[in-house]
């Protein structure tokens, strides 16, 4: 059974301090290890067996490095599939895709992904997890065993998530909550300067979830990170997003990109406050407007 003792902070670390801001207005970041996102006139066609389906089209969109998008919309309408472009998992048939002013033309370890599933090694314990990828990257194919370095990155990325009792549990020691903290670590451990998360928080309990929106607000302050994240729910989408993209359409693609006028830090409680139930007005007022569909 997964562990009931999960903690409830997080370390803040020195980027911490921006979270006790107060009222930091929404604005362009200090976000040197962060990129931007570009895409213009994207499309994708998917043709199986003799049935197309435009999953995409004419998609264009600008992430500003450090910022936090989210794509918002109904199952179907081309969210994951726009992520996998962008992660380089997936070949477009038109258009323009880059990352940091570069193109993008297949994965690359500045790009991290985040799936609703954490995809830990069950063999591995988190810390092994969290070092999996790193190991790969840097030992290239020479055979390495403990390297101190590798351990201080892992003690420090797990004290960061608040996994620091953890490094030695195995997934299914691990809650929920605690499990999509060490595939955060493992994502964050090799420095991406963008992070992808195709609706990360979807099979979790409310109050996991919750905690998870707080953990992941957090660690975004601290490392000042660009971060698309897409989902389904629109309350998450205000909560997280700088902006929200919403997709849906005939062809499918980016209907509006509504800004969210609120300050940082942003709190699970804000949810009930006019402000925010203003923005998610607007915001469903666009996913449920019909373009001529
Ligand atoms: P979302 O993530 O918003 O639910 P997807 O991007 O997964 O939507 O899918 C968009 C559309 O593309 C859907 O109609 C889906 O059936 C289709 N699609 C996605 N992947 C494939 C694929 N590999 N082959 C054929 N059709 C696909
Ligand atoms: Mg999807």
Redesign the pocket.
Known sequence: MAAQAEPVGVATGTGGAAATDGAAPPGPRDAPGAANVVLGGVGKT???AGRR?V??AGVDLEVRAGELVCLL????????????IVAGALAYDQGAVTVGGRPVSGPAPDRGILFQSPMLFSWLTTRKNVLFGLKAQRSRGIHERDDPELDAEADAILATVGLSQFGDAFPHELSGGMQHRAAFARAMVTRPSLLLM??PFGALDAFTRLRMHEFLLSMWEQYRITIIF?T?DLEEAVLLGDRVAV?GGRP?GIREVIDVPLGRPRHALDVDTEQFLAVKRSIRQALTTDRGA
Do not use: N
Not at 73 to 84: E, F, M, Y
């Open positions: 998917f043709r199986r389906t999953a995409l919309g109904p199952s179907g309408c081309g969210k994951s599939t726009l992520l996998r195709d609706e897409v389904h997709m499918p």
